[in-house]
T-cell receptor, first 113, second 117 residues
Framework: AQSVSQHNHHVILSEAASLELGCNYS??????LFWYVQYPGQHLQLLLK??????LVKGIKGFEAEFIKSKFSFNLRKPSVQWSDTAEYFC???????????FGKGTRLHILP | GAGVSQSPSNKVTEKGKDVELRCDPI?????LYWYRQSLGQGLEFLIY????????KSGLPSDRFSAERTGGSVSTLTIQRTQQEDSAVYLC???????????????FGPGTRLTVL
């Protein structure tokens, strides 16, 4: 069965630092990939998604992610974080033959002002 | 409605009691998911309803958990004989299926925080 690994459980950065959150999945076939974000006290919401085409995906709030098939990775990046990026970030994968979407355990990001 | 709604928002129950959690998906969304969110465990997939197809129950942790979706809309997650380890936030999400696969965005509800004493 497919699975998603997020290696960083808790990340603390200062404002203006660059961010990269790791995400690896385990499935050898075609996948759809997602990053969701949960700001404090708010619902989970979609940050960006990859289905096909350009492996570099741009999402909201200056976030981007790159799908590297050979590494089974879909890391999330942002060149300069802001205090308002403090949230929990979830990577998720959906496999074409299996419609359910599986989430990673999440990464808590804390930005110091 | 404007978004996915869930009720109750909070539920405190005693060990051994049964509980029912409700989810109202976005109108027109044919896919509905239940997840469980526990501290340090991320989002644990529980069950997935896709249109009129048989639900994918592969994530249900035990036979004490069951869910149904009536009329392709509202869903109820039932936990029988609750245990303390069932304490978590139960999230519901819905999406509009595109081409028969859940490639579209999931919209999450606010969740039900279940506490089993």
């Amino acid at each position: 069965a497919q699975s998603v690994s997020q290696h960083n459980h808790h990340v603390i950065l200062s404002e203006a630092a660059s961010l990269e959150l790791g995400c690896n999945y385990s499935y050898g076939g075609t996948v759809n990939l997602f990053w969701y974000v949960q700001y404090p006290g708010q619902h989970l919401q979609l940050l960006l998604k990859y289905f096909s085409g350009d492996p570099l995906v741009k999402g909201i709030k200056g976030f981007e992610a790159e799908f590297i098939k050979s590494k089974f990775s879909f890391n999330l990046r942002k060149p300069s974080v802001q205090w308002s990026d403090t949230a929990e970030y979830f990577c998720a994968v959906n496999v074409n033959r299996d419609d359910k979407i599986i989430f990673g355990k999440g990464t808590r990001l804390h930005i110091l002002p | 409605g404007a978004g996915v709604s869930q009720s109750p928002s909070n539920k405190v129950t005693e060990k051994g009691k049964d509980v029912e959690l409700r989810c109202d998906p976005i109108s027109g969304h044919t896919a509905l998911y239940w997840y469980r969110q526990s501290l340090g465990q991320g989002l644990e997939f529980l069950i997935y309803f896709q249109g009129n197809s048989a639900p994918d129950k592969s994530g249900l942790p035990s036979d004490r958990f069951s869910a149904e979706r009536t009329g392709g809309s509202v869903s109820t997650l039932t936990i029988q004989r609750t245990q303390q380890e069932d304490s978590a936030v139960y999230l519901c999400a819905s999406s509009f299926l595109l081409g028969g696969a859940s490639t579209d965005t999931q919209y999450f509800g606010p969740g039900t925080r279940l506490t089993v004493l």
